[in-house]
């Protein structure tokens, strides 16, 4: 699949998982360093935001956007992958002094097991993955234009229909 950012071309490293697959397993540990596995979440339907720099405008809105929407919410599970490094992301969130479950990925597991790492640029394409309480995908969207947000509509109206 390829993707853009602002008009350049970039191929993901392979297809990305799509709706009625079942999730990929992962492991990916929080700020507190504590791990996280898909089995973590299975139960509950859960939204998966991922986003290619936790440090920029674009990543900073999409995680500030679903966190406010969702943090409150206990029948769902809300998760922000990043393949950016556990100081980056605790800065981010005390810059920004949101609490939050943040996965950090630097060795890329979850962007090549999930099909969106974008090797050129060493980054994750900027994505949404929503599981139904038993780990199968039930929306997916990967954003075409990497400096564009995603529909966060279309994955909160997916996410909703699932509790």
Known sequence: MEITK??????????????????????????????????????????????????????????????????????????????????QQEHWCQAEDLDLLMLHDPENTFGQAYGVYIPELQVYARAIFVLDKDGVIRYEEIVSEMTHEPNYEQALAALTSLI
Do not use: W
Not at 15 to 39: S, T
């Open 6 to 87: 602002r008009d350049q071309k970039y191929q993901l490293i392979k297809e990305p998982l799509a709706v009625g697959q079942l999730a990929a397993p992962f492991h990916l540990k929080d700020l507190h360093e504590q791990m996280y596995r898909l089995g973590d979440f299975i139960g509950k339907p859960t939204l998966i935001s991922v986003v290619p720099d936790i440090n920029t405008s674009v990543c900073s809105l999409q995680t500030r956007v679903f966190n406010q929407k969702l943090s409150q919410n206990e029948q769902i599970h809300f998760i922000t992958i990043s393949n950016n490094t556990l100081k």
